[in-house]
């Protein structure tokens, strides 16, 4: 009986009916950033995870979105990521173009260190290259490590504000307006807070 130290992966492809796995890993993922960054975290209904699924496959269909599992000799997934391609704004002189994103990247906590997410980014960064991409952006958890950094990703500066708190100074209570936009909009508030990773 293999030990997990004894074990290679290789990485494959998801398959269109292998959706409900991909889409399960980002449970496990999401809660373990939660965790450690101290936030709440909850278990995502069966609604939620087919809405999930329901995007993912769409992507899919429209050849925006590429998942990978790296899989050990019975072909059983113990990591998974994909690849999500995503619209950039145009500017005067340049074209919107697309940039791929590398998305919920997660091993299974007994697999890590073996290189199964590195296996994933460096076929990640191949499919993006295949394709003609000349950049491939990600936003680290602060549980990666030094994973994506050793393949040479560099920090870009990025500023976010969390709109549930308001710009500093002007606390958003004093708005008279019906609800927060997130809410008038028909999401949650603590829905429009995630950010992708
Ligand atoms: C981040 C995460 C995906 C890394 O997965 P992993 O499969 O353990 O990653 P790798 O094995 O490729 O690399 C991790 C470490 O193992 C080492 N390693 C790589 N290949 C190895 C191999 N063949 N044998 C032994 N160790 C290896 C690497 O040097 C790396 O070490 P370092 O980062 O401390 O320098 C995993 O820890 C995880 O799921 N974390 C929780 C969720 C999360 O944060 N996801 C990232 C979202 S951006």
Known sequence: MPTPKDLTFRVRKVRPSEVPLLAWFRVPMSHEIARFEGRPTTIPSPREMREYERWIRREMRRGRLVGFFAVGEEGLPVAAGFVWVQEVAAAPGVTPHWRPRIQSMYTLPCFRGR???????????????????????????????????????????????????????????????????????????????????
């Open 115 to 197: 290189g199964a997410a590195t296996k994933i980014l460096d076929a990640s960064i191949a499919w993006a290259k295949e394709r003609g991409f000349s950049r491939i952006s990600l936003r680290p958890s602060p549980l990666a490590g030094r994973v994506y950094t050793r393949r040479g990703f560099e920090a870009v500066p990025e500023l976010h504000l969390d709109l549930s708190k308001g710009p500093a100074g002007r606390p958003s209570s004093r708005r008279k307006g019906k609800g927060k936009p997130a809410q008038r909009a028909g999401r949650s508030a603590s829905r429009s807070r995630r950010h992708p990773r």
